[in-house]
């Protein structure tokens, strides 16, 4: 079974705090995704990875970086916290090609007061 | 650009009776169009997934689905709901064009009444 971890599942940081979310996968997929999923709003990319040190900006970037140092692995790098940040942030990975399933991880609850 | 619309925030059923989460799509080519269930603090799990072969997909846990093109449409049915079955669902297209990005619909919460 493919396995995407989130290290994290539920953080709670300050407003102006820098703040990592980890994501790991074993399957050797290409693709690397973060999301956020917000009520009403289904979810939303935020970047994602089709390869190690590269990175795509998705729909809504501002505000995070991402790096893709080795192949399982994906972080979402908060620089500087904001209460519009708090959110569910969800990974994902998938082998590159048309079609193929995306696997998700279980999702980071974040809270920035 | 590719886009997905949920025509229903909720949607409640009692247990037994059918289930139909509509959901239309907007495509410039022939998409993949998939439907993900999410249960309450769980990752989102594949239910389906078409990708131009035939146009009823059957999926996981009693779920079906059928492509129509004629009416950009790919909705989500059950015969018999189950209490299990109270999720959160996304109707969700990816296409080639656009680099097989997953492009999302709002989700639909569907409640099942014992």
């Known amino acids: 079974d493919v396995k995407v971890t989130q290290s994290s599942r539920y953080l709670v940081k300050r407003t102006g705090e820098k703040v990592f979310l980890e994501c790991v996968q074993d399957m050797d997929h290409e693709n690397m995704f973060w999301y956020r999923q917000d009520p009403g709003l289904g979810l939303r990319l935020i970047y994602f990875s089709y390869d190690v040190k590269m990175k795509e900006k998705g729909d809504i970037p501002e505000g995070y970086s991402v790096s893709r140092e080795k192949k399982e692995r994906f972080s979402l790098i908060l620089e500087s916290a904001s209460t519009n940040q708090t959110s569910m942030y969800l990974c994902?990975?998938?082998?590159?090609?048309?079609?193929?399933?995306?696997?998700f991880g279980e999702g980071s609850w974040l809270t920035v007061v | 650009a590719q886009s997905a619309t949920q025509l229903d925030s909720h949607v409640s059923v009692s247990e037994g009776t059918p289930v139909l989460l509509r959901c239309n799509y907007s495509s410039s080519y022939s998409p993949s169009l998939f439907w993900y269930v999410q249960h309450p603090n769980k990752g989102l799990q594949l239910l389906l997934k078409y990708t131009s072969a035939a146009t009823l997909v059957k999926g996981i846990n009693g779920f079906e689905a059928e492509f129509k093109k004629s009416e950009t449409s790919f909705h989500l049915t059950k015969p018999s709901a189950h209490m299990s079955d109270a999720a959160e669902y996304f109707c969700v297209v990816s296409e080639r064009s656009a680099g097989n990005m997953l492009t999302f619909g709002g989700g639909t919460r569907l409640m099942v009444k014992p």
């Open positions: 994902a990975s998938t082998l590159i090609g048309s079609g193929n399933t995306i696997y």
